[in-house]
């Protein structure tokens, strides 16, 4: 049986609202928190943290009203105040609001633990909304989601090498790239995006927060020059069959990526044309089916082989990976040989094995991607944003071609403003349950009769119903999929 502790998120610190009624419930709270005996501390920073905790847990429970949020009762996981953390958000003045909601009944807190044997399963602390807080919300102060907002999060995002986040001055490139993902949350803030998961069967229950579509920037290593991949948004942490199904203001989608990138940047690099000169798929072996499951397997590899510092390294995370995700590959193939047969294939590109290239070459996957998100903000595009998976895009099915094109050209203009040079590299389509709904008639059907698409058997009620009742800024249910 599940654990309903597992039906959470993380308190999100940037929560907060400017409406009067939250401002009255909030300062309601705070006189008889004052009255708990014993009470002390700077009541204006208690309020503060007081607001940001009730708001989200409020958020929470309109998501899901059995859903918890997540939050370490450790001081160390606490940011300075700064440009990650724009409401100074500190330990004690939460730790103090969680204990006081949770002493009055207003919150049922649920304490972590940190179990520090090998292999031992840690947990954060949880807390939701009790009935009396909801009551006190939307009874006594008449509030609504329309009460919610957040305090504006920092999208661009440097890290060290141990992954911390980290200071730095602002520059030129940095505000502009901060400028061209606030327009960019701005463009999906107002989209109406959805899933159908009508007959679908995913291998463990999983949940969808519809709301979350929140897109930033990280840079790795403490250069600007190393990551700098969009990370954010449900999209991307949904499995892969199933982004196949998601929907624009209720219509199809597709997805197109860049076969083997990564591979064919690095060619680039030494001065070759890789799908130019007519060579295979680059993560194919001789002697091997080619299907789906090996070459999953065998782009594994060699790009572990890349970002690895020696061949033991590299066969000890291949071999972690396909101990995770055992249903997901083939069995019976030899690693070392695999890693052979590639250092033979691709002898051009050996000097880069090893190397831990692949953060510089996601900077250049990176600014391809900023440079298509960038086509699709100009006011003579279609007007609905791409929703970025890495190297990967989803748009709505009628702007393929239109994908298809800034796809090639933003390749281009990077690899020559880069290196001088450009390259063959064709977007691909991914499999898509539309293709098997359309086969055997006109695509313009689907395009034009939606209402065959209403009447098919991909079409979900319960998406319908919640794209009737959608506007910007609606706090959407969690979608539970099992």
């Not at 308190?11 to 004052?34: C, N």
Request: aromatic share 10%; hydrophobic share 35%; proline share 4%.
């Amino acid at each position: 049986m599940a654990n309903p502790l597992d039906n959470s998120r993380a308190l999100d610190i940037h929560a907060t609202s400017s409406d009067e009624a939250v401002e009255r419930a909030i300062s309601s709270l705070l006189d008889e928190i004052s009255a708990i005996s014993g009470f002390a501390g700077n009541k204006a920073k208690l309020k503060s943290h007081l607001q940001v905790l009730v708001v989200d847990l409020y958020k929470r429970f309109l998501e899901d009203p059995f859903g918890y949020l997540q939050y370490s009762r450790n001081s160390n996981r606490f940011s300075a105040s700064g440009r990650y953390n724009p409401l100074a958000i500190k330990y004690t003045n939460l730790i103090k609001a969680v204990d006081s909601l949770s002493t009055l009944g207003y919150a049922e807190n649920v304490k972590g633990f940190d179990d520090k044997r090998r292999g031992g399963q840690s947990r954060e602390s949880r807390i939701r909304a009790t009935p009396k807080l909801i009551d006190l919300l939307n009874t006594a102060h008449d509030i609504s989601s329309k009460a919610i907002s957040a305090a504006e999060r920092e999208v661009i995002i440097l890290r060290d090498k141990a992954k911390n986040e980290i200071a730095y001055t602002d520059t030129a490139e940095t505000s502009r790239m901060r400028e061209v993902i606030r327009r960019y949350l701005a463009q999906l803030e107002n989209t109406y995006i959805d899933v159908i998961t009508k007959h679908y069967s995913p291998k463990e229950p999983f949940s969808i927060d519809l709301n979350d579509k929140f897109v930033r920037r990280i840079f790795n290593n403490s250069s600007w020059e190393e990551g700098g991949r969009f990370y954010g948004g449900w999209w991307q942490r949904i499995p892969r069959n199933l982004r196949e199904r998601i929907v624009i203001f209720g219509k199809p989608t597709i997805e197109i990526d860049y076969s083997a990138i990564h591979i064919v940047l690095l060619y680039a690099i030494e001065g070759i044309d890789y799908f130019g000169d007519g060579r295979p798929d680059p993560y194919s072996i001789a002697g091997y089916p080619n299907n789906r499951e090996y070459r999953a397997l065998f782009k594994l590899i060699l790009l572990t082989v890349v970002n690895s510092d020696d061949e033991e390294g590299a066969r000890r995370a291949v071999q972690s990976e396909i101990n995770t995700r055992k249903h997901d590959f083939p069995i019976g193939v030899n690693l070392r040989d695999a890693i052979k047969s590639f250092e033979s294939m691709h002898k051009e590109i050996a000097p880069h094995f090893y190397s831990g290239v692949g953060t510089k070459l996601q900077f250049i996957d990176s600014q391809i991607a900023e440079k298509i998100i960038e086509h699709f903000l100009l006011p003579g595009s279609i007007g609905i944003p791409p929703l970025v998976i890495h190297d990967s895009f989803v748009v709505a099915k009628h702007a393929e071609a239109e994908l298809r094109e800034v796809m090639t050209t933003a390749l281009n203009e990077v690899l020559r403003s880069r290196m001088a040079r450009e390259c063959e590299l064709i977007p691909k389509v991914k499999d898509s349950v539309w293709t098997a709904y359309e086969m055997g008639r006109a695509e313009a059907d689907l395009l034009t009769e939606m209402e065959e698409y209403f009447a098919s058997p991909i079409h979900d009620p319960d998406q319908l119903k919640r794209h009737d009742g959608w506007s910007p800024g609606q706090v959407l249910p969690t979608m539970k999929v099992s």
